[in-house]
């Protein structure tokens, strides 16, 4: 009949393409993507902010970053949060006091190993009180009152804090002077000088959909050597033949494979997958891990087990000397010259993670699980109703292509929305695909709403099919969770990393939202052109730290303790 010659049409046509998708090769999309860097403009931006964060960084340590001589310790009574005057009704705590480097930092007890909180000094002053009082007020505004119990303790504190608070605007006054002079030179030296002897320290940042890697000591500033997607396949009929990265969407590959996204944060971590990933990295860059020091970033939402399992596969399958685990987000505060701000990275998912003094607040950070995978995902379905077929994974790699192509962020969306009518501007979104042979032939993709329309989602959920807070008030929220005296500065430090970061307009409509969210604060959004490389640039960073040895897990203390104890000892979860 007429009805079953069309059905026979419409099988014979998904069989047609099945085939002619199963035949296409994605790999020159993803390579256009990988492989488009400006590389004389990243390392020209790497290497700036490598020089500013790098001093920050060296500052921060040595103003009390848990080292440096201490000038004065001893008990004090600390007025109770909240409570500005001093009186005797008041309730007052007694306290561990400690004057170190520019810091003053205050204890449960004289064997606490952790502080309550500090004071920095800088541009601080000291006033006089009733009852043998003084109230320190940093140059923030932020204050503790305190009571010496004596004349003696009186004098002898505020003498010890005068002398910091004054040497401080010496060093400050010195700096000043040097940076002026540094400046002058450091263009024409880094020119005219051969690079130092430095330690082979090899950076693998580890993303859920990318890896990037390179060795933090380069002639011209560290930058990623490698690019490519954190992607693992295995032979379904032999186990010994293994692909990773661009290798497993060959067509003539993929086909036989089991393939996995070793990090997949959705799922439970294959190490055994992410050991391979390693052991490709090392074979590419032609590196002998047993002679070279490694850093491994993590995401912040990992856990000790799997902080321990990187440690383990390292030393026992490739013997490294040493390895230094850092979390992503910190060290993409550390590449803007950073220690206390809120990082918005924005991957396959999204993590707003505050840090204050390089120590992530963990009762505030916030993760959703949706990000640029959900955004890419998005715009696939809505190109779908236009006529274009990406519903299997690998043609959504064309939607991928076309998100970071075509896609942005409306600062208005409803005005948006009515722009998208025009002529106009349908015209100025046609995308010419005819040099990718699209499996269904198409050769010319015409974008228009969709562009704006998939990545509403980051600030509307509900279009994702989720019923969570959208980013500019998980930001919001995240910021409020924080102390309320270092509320204002995380405000104004408020940084973005990540893939999906870079989609145009995203920083002005975070800036514009968290401006009604966050009354009286004024919020900052940085937007550096090398966000997308923030946490490689981070550990780059770190590497060239006076402190870095110390920083990592070494070989011996491994084989002494094991991997837990390191975990605990290290802070790192």
Same mark, same amino acid.
């Given at each position: 009949?007429?009805?079953?010659?069309?059905?026979?049409?419409? *099988?014979?046509?998904?069989?047609?393409?099945?085939?002619?998708?199963?035949? #296409?090769?994605?790999?020159?999309?993803?390579?256009?993507?990988?492989?488009?860097?400006?590389?004389?403009?990243?390392?020209?931006?790497?290497?700036?902010?490598?020089?500013?964060?790098?001093?920050?960084?060296?500052?921060?340590?040595?103003?009390?970053?848990?080292?440096?001589?201490?000038?004065?310790?001893?008990?004090?009574?600390?007025?109770?949060?909240?409570?500005?005057? %001093?009186?005797?009704?008041?309730?007052?705590?007694?306290?561990?006091? *400690?004057?170190? $480097?520019?810091?003053?930092?205050?204890?449960?007890?004289? +064997?606490?190993?952790?502080?309550?909180?500090?004071?920095?000094?800088?541009?601080?002053?000291?006033?006089?009180?009733?009852?043998?009082?003084?109230?320190?007020?940093?140059?923030?505004?932020?204050?503790?009152?305190?009571?010496?119990?004596?004349?003696?303790?009186? +004098?002898? #504190?505020?003498?010890?804090?005068?002398?910091?608070?004054?040497?401080?605007?010496?060093?400050?006054?010195?700096?000043?002077?040097?940076?002026? +002079?540094?400046?002058?030179?450091?263009?024409?030296?880094?020119?005219?000088?051969?690079?130092?002897?430095?330690?082979? %320290?090899?950076?693998?940042?580890?993303?859920?959909?990318?890896?990037?890697?390179?060795?933090?000591?380069?002639?011209?500033?560290?930058?990623?050597?490698?690019?490519?997607?954190?992607?693992?396949?295995?032979?379904?009929?032999?186990?010994?033949?293994?692909?990773?990265?661009?290798?497993?969407?060959?067509?003539?590959?993929?086909?036989?494979?089991?393939?996995?996204?070793?990090?997949?944060?959705?799922?439970?971590?294959? #190490?055994?997958?992410?050991?391979?990933?390693?052991?490709?990295?090392? &074979?590419?860059?032609?590196?002998?891990?047993?002679?070279?020091?490694?850093?491994?970033?993590?995401?912040?939402? $990992?856990?000790?087990? +799997?902080?321990?399992?990187?440690?383990?596969?390292?030393? &026992?399958?490739?013997?490294?000397?040493?390895?230094?685990?850092?979390?992503?987000? *910190?060290?993409?505060?550390?590449?803007?010259?950073?220690?206390?701000?809120?990082?918005?990275?924005?991957?396959?998912?999204?993590?707003?993670?505050?840090?204050?003094?390089?120590?992530?607040?963990?009762?505030?950070?916030?993760?959703?699980?949706?990000?640029?995978?959900?955004?890419?995902?998005?715009?696939?379905?809505?190109?779908?109703?236009?006529?274009?077929?990406?519903?299997?994974?690998?043609? !959504?790699?064309?939607?991928?292509?076309?998100?970071?192509?075509?896609?942005?962020?409306?600062?208005?969306?409803?005005?948006?929305?009515?722009?998208?009518?025009?002529?106009?501007?349908?015209?100025?979104?046609?995308?010419?695909?005819?040099?990718?042979?699209?499996?269904?032939?198409? @050769?010319?993709?015409?974008?228009?709403?969709?562009?704006?329309?998939?990545?509403?989602?980051?600030?509307?959920?509900?279009?994702?099919?989720? $019923?969570?807070?959208?980013?500019?008030?998980?930001?919001?929220?995240? %910021?409020?969770?924080?102390? %309320?005296?270092?509320?204002?500065?995380?405000?104004?430090?408020?940084?973005?990393?990540?893939?999906?970061?870079?989609?145009?307009?995203?920083?002005?409509?975070?800036?514009?939202?968290?401006?009604?969210?966050?009354?009286?604060?004024?919020?900052?959004?940085?937007?550096?052109?090398? @966000?997308?490389?923030?946490?490689?640039? !981070?550990?780059?960073?770190?590497?060239?730290?006076?402190?870095?040895?110390?920083?990592?897990? #070494?070989?011996?203390?491994? $084989?002494?303790?094991?991997?837990?104890?390191?975990?605990?000892?290290?802070?790192?979860?």
């Amino acid at each position: 009949t007429q009805e079953e010659e069309e059905m026979a049409d419409v *099988v014979d046509l998904s069989f047609s393409t099945k085939r002619a998708v199963a035949a #296409w090769n994605p790999v020159p999309v993803l390579q256009e993507l990988y492989s488009d860097i400006d590389r004389e403009t990243f390392e020209h931006k790497a290497r700036e902010q490598a020089v500013k964060s790098e001093k920050v960084l060296t500052k921060s340590n040595s103003n009390g970053g848990g080292g440096g001589s201490i000038r004065k310790c001893g008990y004090l009574e600390k007025m109770a949060r909240g409570q500005r005057r %001093i009186t005797l009704v008041k309730t007052w705590k007694k306290r561990w006091f *400690v004057l170190r $480097d520019g810091l003053l930092l205050y204890h449960a007890d004289k +064997n606490a190993k952790k502080s309550l909180g500090f004071l920095r000094l800088f541009h601080a002053t000291v006033s006089l009180q009733k009852d043998f009082g003084l109230e320190i007020k940093d140059q923030r505004g932020s204050a503790l009152n305190l009571r010496c119990g004596t004349p003696e303790a009186l +004098n002898s #504190w505020r003498a010890a804090l005068s002398d910091v608070i004054n040497e401080q605007h010496a060093k400050e006054q010195q700096q000043k002077l040097q940076e002026s +002079n540094d400046q002058q030179n450091d263009d024409a030296a880094a020119e005219q000088q051969d690079e130092p002897e430095h330690p082979r %320290i090899l950076i693998i940042d580890n993303g859920s959909a990318d890896i990037k890697a390179g060795f933090a000591f380069q002639p011209g500033g560290a930058w990623p050597q490698l690019y490519f997607p954190n992607r693992y396949g295995v032979d379904k009929t032999d186990e010994d033949h293994i692909c990773v990265g661009f290798d497993t969407l060959a067509p003539e590959e993929r086909a036989g494979l089991f393939t996995t996204s070793p990090l997949n944060p959705k799922t439970v971590y294959d #190490w055994e997958a992410m050991d391979e990933v390693w052991g490709s990295v090392f &074979e590419q860059l032609s590196v002998d891990p047993s002679e070279t020091q490694m850093i491994l970033t993590a995401p912040q939402h $990992d856990v000790s087990r +799997n902080l321990e399992r990187m440690l383990q596969i390292m030393f &026992e399958t490739y013997d490294a000397p040493s390895v230094c685990i850092q979390n992503q987000q *910190v060290l993409s505060m550390y590449a803007h010259g950073h220690t206390t701000g809120v990082c918005v990275d924005i991957g396959d998912r999204l993590d707003v993670t505050p840090v204050q003094e390089g120590y992530i607040v963990r009762s505030a950070q916030k993760s959703m699980q949706f990000g640029g995978a959900s955004v890419t995902s998005y715009l696939a379905r809505l190109l779908a109703l236009d006529g274009y077929r990406m519903l299997s994974e690998v043609e !959504g790699l064309t939607a991928r292509y076309l998100k970071e192509r075509l896609a942005y962020v409306a600062l208005d969306y409803e005005k948006e929305s009515e722009i998208a009518q025009s002529d106009a501007f349908h015209a100025a979104s046609a995308v010419d695909m005819s040099r990718f042979n699209l499996p269904d032939g198409t @050769r010319m993709v015409s974008v228009d709403a969709s562009r704006f329309q998939c990545a509403e989602g980051l600030f509307q959920p509900l279009l994702f099919g989720k $019923d969570n807070a959208g980013l500019h008030q998980l930001t919001a929220s995240a %910021i409020n969770g924080c102390p %309320i005296d270092v509320r204002k500065e995380m405000s104004q430090h408020i940084i973005l990393s990540g893939g999906s970061s870079l989609l145009p307009g995203l920083p002005e409509r975070l800036k514009r939202e968290l401006g009604s969210l966050l009354p009286g604060h004024s919020p900052r959004v940085t937007a550096s052109t090398t @966000r997308k490389f923030s946490a490689f640039l !981070g550990a780059a960073v770190v590497a060239r730290l006076g402190t870095f040895d110390e920083m990592s897990v #070494w070989r011996d203390a491994y $084989d002494e303790v094991g991997p837990a104890a390191l975990i605990a000892q290290s802070g790192w979860a």
